[in-house]
């Protein structure tokens, strides 16, 4: 008997109940399933030790789709996500299910949510028997995430999210987790190499993206990933970091020092009191003398603050 889930009115682009069907991985052997008069997919390992799948998956361009494919790189992705067995998982983008399949059997639930339909329609048969696996379709930024957790139950359970992110949409996917009311405990990211050495960055090498990931968070970057792990090879390398949570979202507070960012960020080879000044409509030297206050030099640039000097910058501005 398959369990389903509901959720009423989740995603804005849904008017109808939207169902999640848990189920269980086989891994191993090769299990035939019909969807829709083709032969759905089961992941397998070869000898090689990579993930093949029975029927191959086209990637989809328009989605960003790459799909991972080196077991070694899936295993160094659960040491850093440090999952256990009474783990609850939130998944974004499982595409193929080759960490989906991981996860089903090392801990205790896991929500999934994919944007591609044939992929979703191909997961839900796939983990069809599992009590712990529930696949959602639809966009991770437009659906309603609070919504989403309290009616999933995993606001009254701590979470980890493990996720997979399309490059073209990493910073605003960030953001967004990182504003939940209800935070996880970790965020374990794959994304663009580039992008994880500008989230990780140090004062000196510093952006609106590294600021806006670290005032929220502590952000590392854990270990490279080479293009030719995924299928199809992306022309990119990639790389995994974790983020741990450790402030709550203050609406109020938040944008005082944002405000104060974005016009510091404006351009990146101007001075900060040359940017301050023209961006905030302050005569340079009352900026010069608030940097002066906080002990900074007056040719300092934004890129070189850290997340405390923006602070105290804020409480001053």
Not at 36 to 59: D, H, P, Q, W
Not at 258 to 274: I, Q, S, Y
Not at 301 to 311: I, K, Y
Request: aromatic share 8%; with cysteine; hydrophobic share 45%.
């Amino acid at each position: 008997m398959i369990k389903a889930y509901s959720y009423l009115s989740v995603n804005k682009k849904f008017n109808h109940t939207v169902r999640l069907k848990p189920a269980r991985i086989i891994l191993g052997f090769f299990l035939l399933l019909k969807n829709e008069g083709m032969l759905a997919f089961i992941v397998c390992r070869n000898e090689r030790k990579s993930y093949t799948l029975m029927k191959k998956v086209k990637a989809k361009k328009s989605l960003g789709q790459n799909f991972l494919q080196d077991v070694e790189i899936v295993e160094r992705i659960f040491e850093v996500a440090d999952v256990s067995s009474i783990d609850w998982v939130f998944e974004i983008g499982p595409g193929t299910g080759v960490l989906t399949a991981v996860l089903a059997k090392r801990v205790e639930k896991v929500l999934a949510i994919e944007l591609d339909h044939q992929l979703v329609a191909r997961l839900q048969q796939q983990f069809v028997d599992s009590q712990s696996v529930s696949i959602l379709e639809g966009n991770i930024l437009e659906i309603d995430m609070k919504e989403l957790l309290e009616t999933s139950g995993f606001t009254e359970h701590p979470y980890k999210i493990i996720a997979n992110i399309p490059y073209y949409i990493t910073a605003p996917i960030i953001k967004m987790l990182l504003s939940l009311k209800h935070q996880p405990v970790s965020l374990t990211l794959m994304v663009q190499d580039e992008v994880a050495e500008r989230l990780a960055a140090r004062p000196g090498s510093m952006s609106l993206l590294s600021l806006m990931a670290q005032y929220y968070a502590t952000v590392e970057k854990k270990f490279f990933v080479p293009k030719k792990a995924f299928d199809p090879v992306p022309k990119v390398d990639s790389a995994v970091i974790r983020i741990i949570p450790r402030r709550a979202y203050d609406p109020e507070e938040d944008r005082k020092v944002f405000r104060l960012a974005r016009a510091g960020f404006a351009a990146r080879r101007k001075t900060l009191v040359n940017n301050l000044s023209s961006s905030l409509s302050i005569a340079k030297a009352a900026v010069e003398e608030k940097l002066q206050q906080l002990g900074l030099r007056p040719d300092i640039r934004a890129q070189a603050l850290s997340v405390e000097d923006w602070e105290r910058l804020a409480k001053i501005f």
